[in-house]
């Protein structure tokens, strides 16, 4: 397995992998990889020859409260998985290398941002200042060093998945973006590198968020309408652990992540949450499909 540290040696690499005829998958990640990225990989690994695994965490998807510096690292770690997975290439970039402006302080930093508006605007987007146009500024400059033909990400990041599609669509990157469900543990909790932060007590109330999840699909599934009943499905499996914090328990439409009152039949809709342990924020989230009346 290669692994490449700057851009040049990446995008020297991504056209000889092109010159050879071979088509490239480029998982993105920030690292501290557990099983769901190893799912995302596995998936990467059957959609195309040659398999790339980026692993940079990202400063300015990161709020100045958030936990940038004390996200884990674990490079050496990172890479032995990937290597016994088969995986072709590691794009483990410096910030220099992402962002070679960023200590330019003649113009102030960073002067290049991709945006997609209004898609950013509710669920986390609503609590994450400046979250998503730091996610769609890195994913883009990974798109640019490692010149993918497929990129693939996790439902686990909903919000995250959907504005990526659009951004894809409407700056007409050659790129098919897969989409790979979210991986659990047993006992229904989401796989994250942040679940490391949990203490024992908070990673056995952290269950809450799938039940939330999973109470709003079974509604949905039995013919429930009112967004209003299948929120309160969700709060209701919240309360029961003391310690969360809700930040939002939300149905919305999946495609405009716009909050809806009423769901229609054959509508895609997405039931989303965010949770507070002490300073953990957790996400879960499931589409479902309003089924027919
Ligand atoms: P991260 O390293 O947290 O930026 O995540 C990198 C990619 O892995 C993103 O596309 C995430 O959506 C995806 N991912 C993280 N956790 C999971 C999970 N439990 N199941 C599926 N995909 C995941």
Known sequence: MKVFRTVDAMQQHARSVARTGRTHALVPTMGALHDGHL????????????????????PTQFAPDEDYESYPRTLDADREQLDALGVDAVFAPSVDEMYPHHADDTLAGPLAWVTVDRLNETLCGRYRDGHFRGVTTVVTKLFNACRPDVAVFGEKDAQQLVIL????????????????????????????????????????QATVLSD?????????????????????????????????????AEVVDAHTLRPVDTLHPGQDVLAAVAVFFGDTRLIDNAFVTVPAA
């Open 212 to 248: 939330a999840v999973s109470a709003a699909r079974a509604r949905i599934e039995a013919g429930e309408q009112r967004a209003e009943a299948v929120v309160g499905a969700m709060q209701q499996a919240l309360r029961s652990a003391p310690d969360a914090r809700v930040q939002y």
């Open 165 to 204: 599609r659009r951004m894809t669509d409407e700056l007409l990157f050659d790129i098919d973006i897969v989409g790979v469900p979210i991986v659990r543990a047993p006992d229904g909790l989401a796989r994250s590198s942040r679940n490391a932060y949990l203490s024992e007590d908070e990673r056995a």
């Open 39 to 58: 799912a995302l990989v596995r998936e990467a690994l059957d959609h195309a020859d040659h398999v790339t695994v980026s692993i940079f965490v990202n």
